[in-house]
Nanobody, 126 residues
Framework: QVQLVESGGGSVQAGGSLRLACATS??????????MGWFRQAPGKEREFVAG????????YYADSVKGRFTISRDNAQNTVYLQMNSLKPEDTAVYYC?????????????????WGQGTQVTVSS
């Protein structure tokens, strides 16, 4: 059974940094994985794309709101994806979700991902 487990959330002041990690389980999943992504959802808002990475080749892509501040990376040997978040702003406050998909789909759309973690809270205070 595939599992995605996020860690690394917390509270930080504006301008600070946090690093999120998403550990995946299931050898079969890692062999068939197409892409991983990070999404976030603030209270009263829809879930939105933050960053993504193609498992083969490592191509990365970001939402405009986080470009230059966030970096997504992967450790293939550990089947783990990271999200380094720098220069955090209060508007980055949200629950952050790790997602994965083993099918070809649209990178920026949460409905095209078929595996999800439970989420981790990130709170940025001004």
């Amino acid at each position: 059974q595939v599992q995605l487990v996020e860690s690394g959330g917390g509270s930080v002041q504006a301008g600070g940094s946090l690093r999120l990690a998403c550990a995946t389980s299931g050898r079969t999943f890692s062999l068939s994985l197409y892409a991983m992504g990070w999404f976030r959802q603030a209270p009263g808002k829809e879930r939105e794309f933050v960053a993504g990475i193609r498992w083969s080749g490592g191509r990365t892509y970001y939402a405009d709101s986080v470009k230059g501040r966030f970096t997504i990376s992967r450790d293939n040997a550990q089947n783990t994806v990271y999200l380094q978040m720098n220069s955090l702003k209060p508007e980055d406050t949200a629950v952050y979700y790790c997602a994965g998909r083993d099918v070809i789909g649209r990178d920026y759309y949460p409905e095209d991902y078929n595996y999800w973690g439970q989420g981790t809270q990130v709170t940025v205070s001004s």
